[in-house]
């Protein structure tokens, strides 16, 4: 059965820091596909990156990668020089198969708090 | 930004009573679904459709019921709210071959 874990409830990073967010996943299908979405305290959710399970490179998306291990079956967020702005809710989550539809499942989230 | 909108945004209502929240989309996306919110758990999936007519169960599908009769409209219904089902409520659109989903900006439903 699919799960995603995220191990960090809360982490604080001091502004212009590097910041690593957890996640670990379990899943039989060869195919799938991992996601991070921000949720800010305004209650939106913004979907931040994507990485395909045949993916050969890490993916990044200005100053967000993802660090994808597949051996390990974990697929950590970096997020590179913090700003105050990136106070939020972050989700890991992952989607079976490769069709762009169907079940996804999210993690219970990392609360990151930047310090000025 | 992807135009879903959702309605209610906020409703309060009593332990018994029937609820339906409407998510409607403007980007004629296949897939739909509905999540709910709490703290401890991110978003859990209820249902989702994968066309008209086509809707399947999520992990936390018990209470709840949908309906998609227009591409545009999926439909969530509680026959007979319990306060176990309060929460936010978020529904998502996504396409074949696009790996983003987009979400609607939540209902918030309180039930007493």
């Known amino acids: 059965a699919q799960k995603i874990t995220q191990t960090q409830p809360g982490m604080f990073v001091q502004e212009k820091e590097a910041v690593t967010l957890d996640c670990t996943y379990d899943t039989s299908d060869p195919s799938y596909g991992l996601f991070w979405y921000k949720q800010p305290s305004s209650g939106e959710m913004i979907f931040l990156i994507y990485?395909?399970?045949?993916?050969?490179q890490n993916a990044t998306e200005g100053r967000y990668s993802l660090n994808f291990q597949k051996a390990r079956k974990s697929a950590n967020l970096v997020i590179s020089a913090s700003q105050l702005g990136d106070s939020a809710m972050y989700f890991c989550a992952m989607r079976e198969g490769n069709t762009g539809g169907f079940k996804t499942i999210f993690g219970a989230g990392t609360r990151l708090f930047v310090k000025a | 930004d992807a135009g879903i909108t959702q309605s209610p945004r906020h409703k309060v209502t009593e332990t018994g009573t029937p609820v339906t929240l409407r998510c409607h989309q403007t980007e004629n996306h296949r897939y739909m679904y509905w999540y709910r919110q709490d703290p401890g758990h991110g978003l859990r999936l209820i249902h989702y459709?994968?066309?008209?007519?086509?809707?399947d169960k999520g992990e936390v599908s018990d209470g709840y019921s949908v309906s998609r009769s227009k591409t545009e409209d999926f439909l969530l219904t509680l026959e007979s709210a319990t306060s176990s089902q309060t929460s936010v409520y978020f529904c998502a659109i996504s396409e074949v071959g696009n790996n983003e989903q987009f979400f609607g900006p939540g209902t918030r439903l309180t039930v007493l």
């Open positions: 990485q395909g399970s045949y993916d050969q």
């Open positions: 459709s994968y066309g008209v007519k086509d809707t």
